[in-house]
């Protein structure tokens, strides 16, 4: 097996993060098959909602595999830094809706690559944080402009100016992630999410996710623009016309991503 697994269950693509005996840290050759993967995923019709978790019972990531980093050259810590930005903001970019599905300790890239997904599942008991300036360095792959978006400024300065490390409960009081899971329900918590979604139609959660995401980036007429050129490329497709009919005929309708 990889150091990235694919496993398709229906329209859901999931990723596991495979270094158990590392919990799951990201060295250089992991980082290049998520990317491998994450791209593969991007042009799959067939895959409309990509959960990404950790193997083992300890962590969904513990970030960057320090011992491997002990022994780059600063050029070499340059690409890794590079490439792990990379490969979050391919994960951000996907089309498909993502889900963190975080299975306990997520610590500085960790929880980067958390932040890059659109809903975060923590396991209860996961413990999670950026937890970077504890080694004098900050998150550098995408944190410090994530968490305060999504979180707020004055308390992302917090938890990155701190290092400080939360609960998935007090995550969950602070908006940090979506829905915390009992011990052994992460799965079926985020499939059940994975699910909800399913049974809307696969092109409008790919334009509401785009509208979402580029309008938050930009003053609201601008988004409100971005929004209404994402609602006409949904006018002319199959799905539109089989949800009206399905509402007429009193059933459930059948999206096919037309």
Do not use: W
Not at 20 to 49: C, G, W
Not at 202 to 223: E, R, S, V, W, Y
């Amino acid at each position: 097996m990889g150091n990235v697994t694919f496993d398709q269950k229906g329209y859901i693509a999931v990723l596991t993060l495979n270094r158990p005996e590392v919990m799951n840290a990201f060295d250089y050759a992991l980082l290049s098959e998520l990317h491998e993967q994450v791209e593969k995923i991007r042009t799959y019709s067939d895959i409309r909602v990509v959960i990404i978790t950790g193997s083992g019972e300890k962590a969904f990531s513990v970030g960057a595999d320090l011992k491997e980093r002990k022994s780059l050259t600063e050029e070499e810590v340059r690409r890794n830094v590079y490439k792990i930005g990379e490969v979050f903001n391919a994960i951000d970019t996907l089309p498909q809706p993502t889900i963190a599905a975080i299975n306990g300790f997520a610590f500085g890239g960790g929880m980067e690559l958390a932040l890059a997904c659109d809903f975060r599942i923590a396991r209860a008991g996961s413990i999670m944080g950026l937890t970077e300036t504890s080694l004098a360095i900050i998150p550098g792959a995408g944190g410090t402009q994530r968490l305060p978006r999504l979180i707020g400024e004055a308390k992302a300065l917090e938890l990155i100016l701190t290092a400080k490390r939360v609960t998935a409960e007090e995550a969950l009081l602070i908006g940090l992630v979506n829905n915390v899971s009992k011990q052994d329900d992460l799965v079926e918590t985020s499939m059940k999410l994975a699910q909800r979604m399913l049974s809307n139609g696969p092109i409008a959660l790919k334009q509401a996710k785009f509208a979402i995401k580029q309008g938050m980036n930009t003053d609201l007429q601008t988004g409100l623009k971005i929004e209404q050129k994402a609602y006409e490329l949904l006018i002319p497709t199959e799905d539109r016309v089989e949800a009206l009919s399905a509402f007429a005929e009193k059933r459930k309708p059948n999206f096919k991503g037309k």
